[in-house]
């Protein structure tokens, strides 16, 4: 690739669609358009905006493709009605518009090498609304934009699986709706949340919360050691910790995996070829303690913790990287 002047142009102006797009969430243009066409002033009064400043966000949204027009003023396509306040993208608008100050000072994340953000715990601590409105949003990425694990090999009916730090139950409850006995693991303010999400999942009965600090002394014995797991899942986990944690929490999948079972991996890898991977290892850099690790440190680690015939599975494509080893 060799950028032209416009090309950078554009590299320098693309926060601005976003912001059209948070700001109009916000206002509540998605939920007065959701069911009928409205002229802009109309839109203003209901919103108590500007009338010229509401028409220019219009428009400019009708030229995005959130909206569009007819003789009766101005639609939410269908997309863009989930950005609306009880909609499921809203959560991920959201997520992104609060990030997006830590964002601004990279420069300081590149120089110093510390984020911008506070670590995982104190923000759970200190804003736990925000964490698990968070949480929530990756729920609805999980689902719209990352694999399907239930097609690994060895997924299915029976089988028993530990998700270290698995959050909402983005992947336990498909995984579960598959058949398999799955344990969802989690720091315990998160593991409550995850009960209460999980009882209206359908698949309750396949699915245990326990809340575990994967990094406490006594982890792998929480998580369960009895019988062993078939699979131990860590899920969009791994890019989110240090190198000591993030060998810490292998060693506990590695502790609760019975022999013969496997170890699931799914991350962004940071590997160029293209900007994806780099451009997501500088969101971990200026977000949180971790990184988005290269397949190959990812294939080592698991290899460190004891896993063998660690591999990337071809079955999926990047920028998902789903690494399987066995115990």
């Excluded at 416009?6 to 926060?15: C, E, L, S």
């Excluded at 698949?203 to 575990?212: K, L, N, T």
């Excluded at 810490?248 to 900007?275: H, K, M, S, Y």
């Amino acid at each position: 690739m060799n950028p032209g002047v416009f090309d950078v142009i554009d590299m320098m102006t693309g926060y601005q669609p976003a912001a059209a797009l948070t700001a109009a969430a916000r206002l509540g243009v998605f939920d007065v358009l959701a069911d009928a066409p409205l002229p802009a002033d109309a839109v203003a009064a209901r919103l108590g905006t500007e009338p010229r400043a509401t028409r220019a966000l219009l428009d400019a949204l009708t030229g995005l493709g959130l909206l569009g027009t007819d003789d009766g003023g101005y639609t939410a396509a269908p997309v863009a009605r989930r950005l609306g306040r009880d909609g499921d993208l809203r959560l991920i608008a959201e997520k992104e518009a609060f990030f997006a100050e830590a964002w601004l000072s990279l420069a300081d994340s590149v120089r110093t090498g510390r984020p911008r953000l506070d670590p995982w715990r104190s923000r759970l601590a200190a804003d736990p609304e925000q964490v698990r409105r968070f949480l929530e949003a990756l729920v609805v990425l999980a689902r719209e934009t990352g694999p399907d694990l239930t097609r690994l090999p060895g997924v299915g009916p029976g089988v028993r699986i530990a998700d270290l730090g698995g959050g909402l139950g983005s992947y336990a409850v498909p995984l579960a709706a598959a058949g398999a006995q799955v344990t969802l693991v989690d720091l315990p303010p998160v593991a409550e949340w995850a009960r209460d999400r999980l009882a209206g999942s359908g698949v309750p009965g396949h699915i245990e919360v326990r809340a575990v600090d994967l990094l406490g002394p006594d982890a792998a014995e929480r998580v369960g050691t009895d019988a062993g797991y078939d699979v131990v899942l860590l899920a969009h986990l791994l890019h989110d910790l240090g190198d000591d944690d993030c060998a810490a929490v292998l060693q506990v999948a590695a502790t609760v995996c019975r022999p013969g079972g496997q170890a699931v991996v799914f991350e962004l890898p940071g590997d160029p070829p293209g900007a994806f991977g780099p451009m997501f290892d500088l969101m971990m850099r200026v977000e949180t303690e971790g990184r988005a690790r290269r397949a190959d440190e990812l294939v080592a680690l698991l290899r460190a913790a004891g896993f063998t015939g660690v591999h990337e599975s071809s079955a999926y494509r990047r920028p998902h990287g789903v690494f399987i080893a066995s115990r």
